[in-house]
């Protein structure tokens, strides 16, 4: 038996409420060049007291050496299994989950890049010189058009798509980014997202048709042959353009179908967090999006209004991780301070559970993601009171918890709070 | 997903060099009669100053209370499952390996020891009273020479077998042991490995012949068939021997195909090891051999001209392992520190990530191998310096690195090398 299925088994359902604070990327190193971590410079009263009250602990974000991305290292704090192919988010769902769309369930969603061909049609610039981000807007835009006027109109390959029953939104991205949505209309054959990348990832190429995955079956062929054309009409009404005159899709994916944490363990759950990425990743494992700002103190705002509606709480900060991709080690101690000074407010709501950890780390030294494990604080009524002073990195080795999986941590959540039944008799 | 395929999906190649320095059996204990490890006891200033810089961690090699042999311990250290039926390194594969020989994948290789029989030809000794090397070596000159002169001769049950298209190698390993080699043809039918040990483990009885292992398919039912009277023949051979006029063979085997860690990982992997049997578990897992001696400073003195031929060294050193087997403290902290003494050398070259570690644990006070936790030393740009001020066991109890399975190490070294893409977005 699975571990989650295994949770979901001795969940108990109970008044106590779970907070879990996310400090993305708070998890640091000691190095040569920086013999200090954030947490260790930080000067933080309220997490210091905290700490001597709890149990510490180290998260392995999805296994040994595994630097995971935001998608992965969150879907693991919330029970999943990181790394595999249920809870794989494809970049396509990714990409339109950061920017905030609301995907469903039977969507196709492709990460596509504004490129530029030559005369001959072979590929010249796969990020056409890296648009800026007000052209991208204008060529969604004009596409965006360009689909409207289709209608279902017959002879026009766009419009047969669309009167073949698929909706094709597009929305534009960060810079050359964009994504393109394809839905099926109630009542038309399902949608399949095994589509091989029309990225040929060399210069010099022409831009490859949609078409299915290498051992992909009838659905991804059938797809290939509705979508494909209508992409192809979208390609040929960029011609005119100086730079953006064609584009490349990444990443086909459809929504995993996961059981959510409500389903799982009884949970009424609510995300917390400013940036549409952590929001939609939070959607996927079925919580409900608490609208707000990414200062924490605007999560707490609201926080402080919804306390009575959930049982379980994911707030999110992303400050640390943007400091420490940054490189900027003063930032990221200011970001764990500012945590620190509005902490009471958290603390005063009096969560049954409060753990505080982070995605994983997103160490100065490296300005990007690692493998290194993130350190953990957990309080609660029955938490071991270890003998960690202090919440940082060295302190977390010796913790009560141990170093475990990240996908651990909602059983030891559920744990604390009362909501798992004995096992066995 | 199991954890090798992400680790290999994930690969990505560059220029920087791995060392793991594998100091054979190093882990020892502290008990009531041996206080200190000969770690705790060694002289190791260059290792206190590298401890210092490093992260410090344990590794289990196969399995809380599990001992290891040498096959499963290196296996676990290059990345593989070590207990998994993919990675089953028979007996009679291993002890050829040990012996320095070549072995091909469609060989089949049997593990011998000379027996005595009494007049009724029931078993009598299963070592041949410990027969002498001098001895082992004569008989496998006489059964060499009566392989050749079989021939493919008809009416001769040894020259049926070779007339088959099976081509029988004899091999003199220590004291009473030897190795009998099987090899197909070009052209004739693949043996098979599933044959039951000839040994019946208890005197008194007769030698059973070979026969299909229980439950074996038609393959080995048909090399059973092929194989058996040959082996028939060459024990009647010896029936005029005083001592040694019978043998017992154990171990049937080929080599695992096992995917290389150049195939997985992107790796040149090179193996210094003095030892055959650690060559040829190296090479087992797809390494180039580096020929050399069995000091360290022969090892150096390879590695040195070979630096900028691989981007993965597996260095190899016996003393520490030797030195626990005998029971030898002072033996064993002499080889620690003779490692110590050469290893500005191996410092000098500048690997990118350099670990130190064993494949098993061999304390002194046991002889023998061990199932506790083997210390280990990992140092590079991006590990996380944590508070050990020295390489032994119990400053590794609290390293940053904690306790974790020896099949791990892997993707740590790929990890620190840079060698892994990030997981998902």
Same mark, same amino acid.
């Given at each position: ?139 969604? +835009?004009?596409?965006?058009? @360009?689909?409207? &006027? %289709?209608?279902?109109? =017959?002879?026009? $390959?766009?419009?047969? #798509? ?53 051992? +992909?079956?009838?659905?991804? @062929?059938?797809? &290939? %042959?509705?979508?494909? =054309?209508?992409? $192809?009409?979208?390609? #040929? ?189």
């Amino acid at each position: 038996m699975g571990r989650q299925e295994l949770l979901s088994r001795l969940a108990q359902r109970n008044g106590r409420r779970i907070v879990l604070l996310v400090l993305d990327g708070v998890g640091d190193l000691r190095t040569d060049a920086q013999p200090r971590t954030a947490l260790d410079e930080a000067r933080t009263p309220h997490l210091d007291r905290l700490a001597a009250r709890s149990s510490l602990g180290r998260l392995v974000p999805v296994g040994t050496g595994i630097t995971p991305g935001s998608g992965p290292g969150h879907l693991a704090l919330f029970g999943y299994e990181p790394a595999s192919p249920e809870t794989d988010i494809g970049r396509g769902v990714l990409e339109a989950l950061g920017l905030g769309l609301d995907i469903l369930p039977d969507t196709v969603v492709a990460r596509g890049n504004f490129a530029t061909v030559d005369r001959e049609g072979l590929l010249a610039d796969r990020r056409a010189g890296r648009l800026p981000g007000a052209e991208g807007r204008r060529i969604c +835009a004009r596409l965006a058009s @360009r689909i409207e &006027a %289709a209608g279902d109109a =017959p002879g026009d $390959a766009l419009g047969n #798509a669309v009167g073949d029953g698929i909706e094709i939104e597009v929305h534009p991205g960060e810079a050359y980014r964009f994504v393109l949505l394809f839905r099926p209309r109630p009542g038309t054959p399902p949608l399949g997202a095994e589509l091989a990348d029309t990225d040929p990832q060399r210069l010099g190429v022409a831009v490859p048709p949609v078409e299915a995955a290498a051992g +992909a079956g009838e659905e991804a @062929r059938g797809t &290939a %042959a509705r979508i494909g =054309p209508a992409v $192809a009409a979208l390609q #040929a009404e960029l011609r005119d353009e100086e730079r953006a005159n064609g584009f490349l899709l990444r990443g086909f994916s459809k929504l995993p179908a996961l059981p959510g944490v409500g389903e799982l363990h009884g949970l009424r759950a609510a995300a917390l967090a400013g940036y549409p990425l952590y929001r939609g990743v939070a959607k996927v494992c079925g919580m409900e999006i608490v609208d707000c700002g990414g200062s924490f103190g605007q999560v707490l705002d609201r926080l402080e209004e919804r306390w009575d509606d959930f049982d379980y709480f994911f707030l999110h900060v992303k400050g640390t991780d943007m400091a420490g991709e940054d490189g900027d080690l003063p930032a990221k101690v200011g970001a764990i301070e500012s945590v620190d000074a509005l902490l009471p407010r958290l603390l005063d709501l009096g969560p049954d559970v409060l753990a505080i950890t982070g995605d994983h780390s997103t160490p100065a030294p490296m300005t990007a993601h690692s493998w290194h494990p993130v350190p953990l604080l957990l309080r609660s009524e029955n938490c071991f009171v270890d003998e960690c002073p202090r919440f940082t990195e060295v302190e977390a080795i010796r913790g009560a918890i141990g170093t475990i999986p990240a996908s651990d941590l909602m059983g030891l959540l559920l744990a604390n709070a009362g909501k798992l039944a004995k096992f066995g008799a």
